[in-house]
């Protein structure tokens, strides 16, 4: 009897052991899978507020200089594309043991920002020449050298500070125990849309009283880096390597935000109409891409770290991804609707109803994540195959896609719920 009663209560610690084991691993899968990211998407959704104001105050600028619009979305990307990468592949050193969090001087470090300079001038400077062409196709007015030179100012700008915050944040993630693959993607973006959108609109303004001729000085010294750059990669092994990788990518990305661009340039009179829509689409493009961000990272440290193989069928560990990446976007997609509606509200401008705001957004945004969740895999794979990087290419993609995608998604859910809640 005792024997038995010694046998039941073993049994029973072992099974208490077991739910308590079990408990933990809910803990920790809820806070790598859903808390960290959920946490850093808040934040990204909460300043895409500022952008949202931003977009909502200046579009007086905007009916005055409708050719804009064609350039926010390529160079908010471009942010994001360089960035995020950036940020991407410090999570991959970091997991990897091939640099340390502790802020000393670091070859490798000093690569990848070098780089990170290197194509902010050479990508603003094409995606000033793209707007201005897609601008003139679409018969809106506009100057080349003028678009050019908003590009590259608010880009170098911006670069300075957007550098040092994706250093931050992934050394000081990664400190306290935080996955930097969590963090980076949606924090980088969340600081380039705050920094991108208004400088634009500070270089806009700040080149409006100089001269021709003054226009055309401020842009050669503006372009005198870009040929320094080849120089500084002879013997930079990691700089070179990024280089090579990162330009084909970020000119075909920048290629693909000029149909986002026309998208919006195209629509610009109905977005002016309706500027809860207007507004809404910073926080929705930058969040659509932020989750895609994260999945990229996550998927690109699995594969370094050989948890996930290149396999014909798509693992289960990915398909677990995916459902997070919905179960975010419910929450996030909802309060980006609810948002929108409430800065125009506080704007004084025309909105929609807060449910149809909510809907737009939701329907919207978890269409483009099924798109998003399976270029994100099916992109990592095929470059992890063929040597390449993934932390180099599929963030690159993945943004400008979603950045395209993504607008006319948006778009579409409300034209499609307009008649019906609106």
């Known amino acids: 009897m005792e024997r038995s009663l010694q046998i039941v209560t073993e049994m029973n610690s072992m099974e208490e052991g077991r739910e308590n084991k079990n408990q933990n691993y809910v803990k920790i899968w809820l806070s790598r899978e859903i808390k960290e990211p959920l946490f850093s998407l808040f934040l990204c959704t909460t300043g895409d507020l500022i952008t949202g104001f931003t977009i909502g105050f200046f579009s007086p600028s905007i009916s ?8 926010i979305p390529a160079s908010i990307g471009m942010r994001g594309n360089i960035f995020a990468s950036l940020g991407s592949r410090l999570g991959t050193y970091l997991h990897t043991g091939q640099i340390r969090p502790d802020f000393r001087e670091n070859n490798l470090l000093n690569q990848n920002i070098f780089s990170s300079i290197a194509l902010t001038f050479l990508i603003s400077f094409y995606i000033g020449i793209l707007a201005s062409l897609t601008a003139y196709l679409l018969g809106l007015r506009t100057r080349t050298v003028d678009l050019i030179l908003i590009s590259m100012l608010a880009g170098i700008l ?15 993630s990664f400190r306290r125990g935080w996955d930097p693959d969590n963090l980076t993607a949606p924090l980088i973006t969340l600081i380039g849309d705050m920094l991108t959108l208004p400088l634009i609109f500070i270089s806009m303004h700040a080149i409006a009283n100089i001269s021709l001729l003054g226009k055309m000085i401020l842009l050669l010294i503006l372009l005198f880096p870009i040929p320094l750059s080849v120089i500084y990669s002879k013997g930079k092994e990691v700089y070179s390597k990024i280089l090579r990788e990162s330009i084909p990518i970020l000119l075909a990305c920048g290629l693909i935000e000029m149909f986002s661009g026309s998208i919006l340039g195209k629509n610009i009179e109905t977005l002016l109409l309706a500027p809860t829509i207007m507004v809404m689409l910073p926080s929705f493009l930058e969040d659509g891409g932020a989750m895609g961000g994260i999945l990229a990272s996550r998927l690109s440290s699995s594969l370094h770290l050989g948890i996930m193989k290149v396999e014909k069928k798509i693992p289960k560990l990915a398909w677990k991804r995916f459902a997070t990446m919905h179960m975010l976007g419910i929450i996030i997609f909802s309060f980006i609707g609810v948002l929108a509606h409430f800065i125009t509200h506080f704007l004084h401008l025309p909105s929609i109803p807060l449910h149809a705001s909510v809907l737009v957004a939701l329907l919207g945004g978890e269409i483009l994540l099924v ?26 993609v993945v943004t400008s896609v979603v950045d395209f995608i993504g607008a006319g998604c948006l778009l579409s859910s409300f034209l499609v719920l307009q008649a019906t809640l609106i």
Request: charged content about 10%; cysteine-free.
């Open 158 to 172: 911006s670069a300075a500070i957007m550098i040092l915050f994706t250093i931050l944040i992934a050394f000081l």
């Open 64 to 71: 005055a200089f409708p050719a804009i619009m064609v350039l």
């Open 371 to 396: 798109i998003v969740n399976f270029m994100v895999y099916y992109i990592s794979i095929e470059s992890f195959k063929r040597g390449i990087d993934p932390d180099n290419v599929t963030i690159p």
